[in-house]
Antibody, heavy 120, light 105 residues
Framework: QVQLQESGPGLVKPSETLSLTCTVSGGSISSYYWNWIRQSPGKGLEWIGYIYYTGSTNYNPSLKSRVTISVDTSKNHFSLKLRSVTAADTAVYFC??????????????WGQGTLVTVSS | SYELTQPPSVSVSPGQTASITCSGDKLGEKYASWYQQKSGQSPVLAIYEDSKRPSGIPERFSASNSGNTATLTISGTQAMDEADYYCQAWDSNTVVFGGGTKLTV
């Protein structure tokens, strides 16, 4: 079955750019909607955005000005860049697949998550 | 912006029925999904399209969605069901999650 694995630096300095990659195994990325979701320590889930394999994107309005999600179908992975980070961006970042971008869209499966700490 | 409201915590005795609510304006007109997140783990899809169970989710998990409230019900709750539960819906092409409910068994 499809598995997702996040990777990237666990520590980012304030004002710099957070960069993560999600590698998809056991299936092709060339379908479905590929999402980033984060969870601040001890808090709830926050959707960051998605990318379709064609490259079309949709972002959470609250993060839109700082977020870019891209896809590399040749490597079967997609990536997240979050610019100008602050301590408020410290969180566990998950990648997840969605079958749809419409009202019925849900997330399954999820990656194991990776903790990113913003600190100098 | 659209909001989904869940009770912070729910307690249930083993073998009893647990109900977790998720409230939002006209939520019944949208699809609700539910996720289970055990301590230190990633969320797992438990319910989608209001009441459908993915393969591998036990039959004791059920759900409904009407009016302004979606409800996740766990019948014959087991110790292994202790977890955080999140509801999720789409509004204006944006994903919204509830704040989560800690279920204590």
């Amino acid at each position: 079955q499809v598995q997702l694995q996040e990777s990237g630096p666990g520590l980012v300095k304030p004002s710099e750019t957070l960069s993560l990659t999600c590698t998809v195994s056991g299936g092709s990325i060339s379908s479905y909607y590929w999402n980033w979701i984060r969870q601040s320590p001890g808090k709830g889930l926050e959707w960051i955005g998605y990318i379709y394999y064609t490259g079309s994107t949709n972002y959470n309005p609250s993060l839109k000005s700082r977020v870019t999600i891209s896809v590399d179908t040749s490597k079967n992975h997609f990536s997240l860049k979050l610019r100008s980070v602050t301590a408020a961006d410290t969180a566990v970042y998950f990648c997840a697949r969605a079958y749809s971008s419409s009202s019925s869209g849900c997330f399954d499966p999820w990656g194991q998550g990776t903790l990113v700490t913003v600190s100098s | 912006s659209y909001e989904l409201t869940q009770p912070p915590s729910v307690s249930v005795s083993p073998g009893q029925t647990a109900s977790i609510t998720c409230s939002g304006d006209k939520l019944g007109e949208k699809y609700a999904s539910w996720y289970q997140q055990k301590s230190g783990q990633s969320p797992v899809l438990a319910i989608y399209e209001d009441s459908k169970r993915p393969s591998g989710i036990p039959e004791r998990f059920s759900a409904s969605n009407s009016g302004n409230t979606a409800t996740l019900t766990i019948s014959g709750t087991q110790a292994m069901d202790e977890a955080d539960y999140y509801c999720q819906a789409w509004d204006s092409n944006t994903v919204v999650f509830g704040g989560g409910t800690k279920l204590t068994v």
